[in-house]
């Protein structure tokens, strides 16, 4: 039998789908800068002539639309089944951080009038418990506020993942020194407004005051400083890495970037990992964790970016490389820029006539003994412990800006499940009230009383 005899008893119909689905496949690929575009072209051109001389259809066309529209039910309904049946199984807190966007000067912010899940790890390292974070149109988790009303001293407070919250936004620190001053100062109108976005460092929060805070008018910005953090996105706002930084921060840096540029191809696949777990599934498991930004990519009429690159992991603690003994040039320069954006802040403050007070929070690996000797056992490197928070202490007391401790209140709470998750490096409720105490102790008993000496020295007798 020939070919020709062969095609003949085939359905024609079919073979010239067949053809023509080849022909816009070259032609797609022809696009490509990674594919020559005249084999491409010239192999279309063949299969065109091939097409003409194929044999014609030997059913009616209602036939055809009939079974290739069952077909795409088929894929479709199988598809949105695999999808509504991983959304059962996934934690809610699933795809990428819907409460912060990317920004071209700060890196990212928060995104007002947003919401997303914050999901608190469990043993498996699986999130197992699940906080609403909601952001008001001003960019704050918390309420709406309007004008600063006579008598009212408003504090903002700047910082990470601790400050935001992994707790109900009413058990965040803010609102409870916010408790704790309509509590203990009857007289006293305090809003303590929440300025803190996770995955942020000095440079985002510097962001954060510019752009949202100092249109609230605070009289008080109280800085949280989380080294182990810190550091980390200091150097990787720049483009560069420490060798702990993991993949995936070094994934949504470079992301974020493309995102600021407008960058179509990273639009539309943050779309599909915000909108489908059955993508987002997909996507973080492979290499680049955004295939079909990759793929779209190298369309020669989108831009062409360098490709997303991953500096190789050093596998130790990355919430402890700060404590090392011996720092490396990275984590110096990470160090640098951590002062440099601290100090933007602190005198955005002072020409705004604000006052500006830090603390820093060590990584609770750093307070408790045997947390300590747990994660730094294993590694041959010497660490030095409570060395992040011993130099960013001294870095503020050379610059002469006000800062104080929470480690003693910590401590003096009991053992870490007192004030921490037991799987997870953040404070829960009761850890933030004890915070909270020390905060309005140490800063807001002393600015109060300060600003009420200062008035009563400026009253005319």
Known sequence: MNLRSLVDRLDGGYIRMGCAALIVALLIASLRRSVPWIPCVAGSIVLAF???????????????????????????????????????????????????????????????????????????????????????????????????????????????????????????????????????????????????????????????LRKHGLALDPDLVVLESFPSNDFQGCLSAEGRWLPVTPRWMQFDVQRWRRLVDGSVPYIVDRALHTKSALYHIFATRTEHRAPLAAWLQDFRFFSEYPPIRFQEFVNRPPYLEPDLVTWYPELMQSFDLFKRNVLLMRDECASHGIAFQAYCLPAKYDLFDDLWTTETAPVKEPYERMKACRVVGDFFEEMGIDHFSVNDAILAAGPAEKTFYSYDGHLHGEGNRVVAERIFEAVIVPFIASRDAVALRDTPN
């Open 50 to 208: 091939l097409w003409t001389r194929l044999p014609r259809r030997t059913r009616p066309v209602r036939a055809y639309t009939v079974e290739c529209t069952m077909m795409g039910v088929s894929i479709i309904v199988c598809v949105a089944v695999v999808e509504i049946g991983l959304r059962q199984f996934l934690p809610r807190s699933w795809g990428p951080i819907r409460f912060i966007q990317p920004d071209s000067e700060y890196n990212i912010q928060s995104k007002p009038g947003s919401r997303g899940w914050i999901g608190i790890a469990g043993p498996a390292g699986r999130s197992e418990e699940f906080f609403i974070a909601r952001f008001s149109s001003q960019g704050f988790r918390d309420r709406e506020y309007g004008p600063k009303a006579a008598g009212e001293i408003r504090v903002l407070m700047l910082g990470d993942s601790f400050t935001m919250g992994h707790v109900d936004e009413q058990e965040t620190i803010p609102k409870h020194i916010e408790r704790i001053c309509a509590e203990r100062m009857p007289g006293k109108t305090v809003r303590i407004v929440n300025g803190g976005l996770g995955n942020t460092g000095p440079l985002e929060q510097l962001g954060m």
